[in-house]
């Protein structure tokens, strides 16, 4: 060791090392003498980037300052887009959690369990030997200390319980009737602490426990048990060394407690109970398994409960069922809300998905009203752009005063965002149809189920179209700005690359995969076949919605033709006003594109949403009432024996309504007497039979629906299209012919019917068979309740079926309510009515309750609400950006008029000028937004009969336009130009001439 510290030092000795020393030395100390100088330099580098941003941070202020009403338009904008991210999931994840309260309760009312709560079950296996009484103790203890942590809610209670294997037991002493060759009670041995605590003692004492080897063990036995096997106090039984005394006999306080994971009637029914130490303590003595079966039930407090986690709680349960089979291997969890929980997560994915699909236009349409507002912004700085630009100023600083703006902007919009994003979600969950709303607590919102990752994609995209148009305007120069200003060449972005032309190719595929001209792409997303059908289909909503953006810009382009026309035949017009009108829209027309585009798309989708909510909400009541028939369908009769009650035919009223219990003669209650009842307008019967008609071609089995045709009409659902006459013509031929028979249109082009044919018809009621010969008076499409089957129905006369009008049975009784009748009240009265306790009341049909079921459904609850905010959004939006772009476009164009009224022309000509151009523009942008919203409508609504229902639609889905909604916006939007056109004569009437031309550009 010595050694080698002598050569070391002697390395250092040497004259190399020496200078190499010397070297570094002097490196460290230049460096320590400029640290100082290097530390000024970074602070001073720094503190210039501070004062240069904070420059720039007041050039901008005064800029929002200065432009305040275009400022708060842009802060508008930038709140739609990022409420409408906002409010999606919220209503999602509402909804859905609401469903998920439901399912919940709905198994704890089942189960009678608690409505979160956990049970854990391992059964020792071939005598493994890994349960025992510790580990059982010790993985309750672990439970109750791990469970809030991992699943996130507090515990209530941990209940574990030990359970040995089944032993056979003999009285002791020995019975004179006990068989000698098999035991007289097989039991098992259950520990579990909770039972002294949640049970009583009826007879006898509870156990005491048993340590000592050798002595008896002392058991308590369920009194249900005890009586069935005649169990008493004091009874002994053994086998081999195991001896165990009855001590006590007991029963719960309250079986149907939620502590209780079993009933303790199914629980206990072959088992005693012992207290915990005894079966620590003795029960290795006689079993080789002491703890052969063992099982913790968790419960978790209720209370706690937020289901606006149930994300977390549903990662929670899968961390701990991990867990808990590496602590104790075999463990099953065999009771949790772990598949409810999952079902909560895949519905909630879908209903954002889909409400995305459909809102998205919306989101698109308030992008591009940012991009105008962006647009208008640059218009105005351009001046003080190229000015810039002009005396050094990068392109990037220049372009940064944009980017500091918008970010800004969206700093302020954040907490409105979130804001009205709630208040967004909240009006969508009081939805009740197209532009209808209601009271409706049950449902709660909370922003926890915001998705910020989609939050910062949409803040990401608004900065992008908020930053493009800067961009380009920061790299011009002054003569280029002047020549863009005399006459625009530079076409947009979109025109460019022809994105219009790429956005209608969605819309004529889905036109032709759903018209039958084209197979469906693999790719095109359908969501969970578990979704309701009618909204699975996200083509159906996102195709035309691309069709009529597409359809606009298609439009927009066409523009600079289409005036380039108007100039040719208006050339020649003695009216200079009008000729510089059509000539300035002519020079410049990208300067409208992102106005008329505006205009026109909000308009065309306002118009194809209002008539998809209005044909949807009507389809939803037409296919209801077809199916139920009518307010109330039921049928009633009296037992001789028995209690009444009410049920339900899912069937609703298209099954056969005769039966063997309309025999009873005392079934019969008058129509007048049911008229009479509070609550009802008008009453009919209607029966349907099984029977047969030949017509030239042997037998056919057919159902003869039998009604009154007075009564009939008043009471029944009907549309017009469902016959080729209307209803009233079709009663009639009934009441001039008896024995008419109404038939439907398939069965008379098959057979060749035709009015006034007759038919060989055999009715079958019950055991009687009645022929009769019926005319054929009427034909029909569609009829209440009859749907497409291999039996076709025949509408007839009701007393014609039968000898004598007294002997008509097996009819159902279709009512017709009046608003508000309570239809539960109304069937107790019925009850008492048809025969007080032997009254039976079946309910067959009941369209009132199934539209409000339709009509809670999450999936329409959200279309509609996510149509009615976007029918809003869309009529506020556009007439905003044009009343922006008014008065932008004046202000940019204050020298050129004024130089106008210096070279002649007087104060009306300019109004004429500036309002025949703002006429043009808006006129044909609502003309074509109109055109473009009716022509989506009539093309893709029909296709939504495609998802409404499987094979085919009954009734036929009747397309409604949104006329009224139509005329209403174009109404609003007509106002929205006069009021621009009366700013625009107050502001010229306001116009100094002077001013105009001495100051310019400064102004």
Sequence with gaps: MLLKLKRFFGLLARPDFK???????????????????????????AKNILLSFAAMLVVVLKRLRHNLGLSLSALLGIVAVLAMVVCVP??????????????????ALTTRRSLFSLHMNATDKQGAGTLNVDKVEETAQWLEKNTPRVVGIPVRAVIARAQTATIGLNPFPPRSLAPSNQPWIVMSFIAQDNVPSMGKIVDGRWPSPSTKSGEPVEVAVLESTAD????????????????????????????????????????????????????QNRMAEFFSRPVFNASW?????????????????????????????????????????????????????????????????????????VSLTASIAVQQYEQEMVTLRGRGTSWWRVASLNLVESLILIGVAVLP???????????????????????????????????????????????????????????????????????????????????????????????????????????????????NPQYRDLLLFVAPALFVIALCMISVRLLPFFVRFLSRIFENIPQVWAYLAIQQIARRPSDYSNALLLIMISLSLAIFSASTAKTLDQWTYDSIYYREGADLVIHEYAVSEGSSSFSSSSSGSSTITVSEADLSLDSYTSME????????????????????????TGEQECVFMGIDRLDFPLVAFYRNDFAEVPLGELMNALGLEPMGVLVPKDLADRLGLKIGDTLLTTVNILDQRNERELMVVGIYS????????????????LDSLFELPDEVIGYDIWMNLKNGTDSNDLLRKIRQLVGGDRAVVDVRGNAIQKIQQAIEQPERLGLFGVLNVGFIFTGLMPGIGFVLYSYASLRRRFIQLGILQAIGMSLKQLMAHLV?????????????????????????????????????TVPPFQVLIGWKEAVGLSLAFAFVLAVTMAGTIWALMNLKMFQAVKMGEAL
């Design 673 to 696: 007497e049911h008229f009479k009842l509070p609550g009802v307008q008008h009453v009919t019967r209607v029966g349907k039979y099984p029977g047969t008609f030949s017509y030239g």
């Design 916 to 952: 025949l151009e703002q006429g043009i523009l808006m006129g044909g942008a609502i003309g074509v937004g109109a055109f473009v919203g009716l022509l989506s409508s009539v093309l893709f609504i029909p296709f939504l009969q495609i998802s409404a229902s499987s094979g085919q």
């Design 297 to 369: 039930y968790v419960v978790l407090d209720e209370k706690r409960l937020n289901l606006a986690f149930a994300d977390d709680y549903a990662r929670g349960l899968v961390r701990l069922d991990s867990e808990l089979r590496r602590r104790v291997p075999g463990m099953t969890i065999d009771y949790s809300p772990l598949k409810a929980l999952e079902a909560y997560q895949e519905r909630a994915n879908t209903l954002t998905t889909l409400f995305y699909a459909i809102g998205s236009p919306m989101a698109v349409l308030a992008l591009l009203f």
């Design 417 to 531: 965002s979130f804001l009205l994003g709630w208040i967004a979600a909240n009006l969508m969950g009081r939805t009740v149809s197209f532009l209808e709303f209601t009271s409706r607590s049950e449902i709660s919102f909370s922003v926890l189920g915001i998705n910020l990752t989609w939050y910062f994609v949409a803040i990401l995209v608004i900065l992008i179209a908020r930053f493009l148009p800067g961009i380009s305007a920061s790299q011009i120069s002054i003569v280029r700005l002047k020549q863009e200003q005399g006459r625009g060449s530079q076409r947009p972005l979109w025109q460019r690359y022809y994105l219009d032309l790429f956005l209608l190719l969605p819309g004529i595929y889905a036109y032709l995969s759903q018209s039958g001209f084209a197979r469906q792409l693999r790719f095109v997303p359908i969501l969970d076949p578990s979704t």
């Design 90 to 107: 919220i209503f999602s994840h509402g909804v859905a959690s609401e469903v998920l309260r439901v399912q919940l309760e709905e198994i």
């Design 19 to 45: 200078k190499l020393g010397i070297g570094i030395f002097r490196a460290i100390t230049q460096l320590w003498s400029a640290l100082p100088g290097m530390a000024v330099s970074w602070l001073g580098t």
């Design 782 to 797: 569609y009829f209440p309740t009859v749907f497409p089957d291999k039996r076709p129905t025949l509408v007839v006369n």
């Design 228 to 279: 069935e096997m005649f169990l008493n106090v004091g009874d002994r039984f053994r086998n081999g060394p195991l001896e165990v005394v009855i001590t006590g006999i007991w029963v719960p306080l309250d079986s149907q407690d939620s502590l209780w994971f079993e009933l303790p009637k199914t629980a206990f029914s072959t088992s005693f109970w012992i207290p915990g130490e005894t079966y």
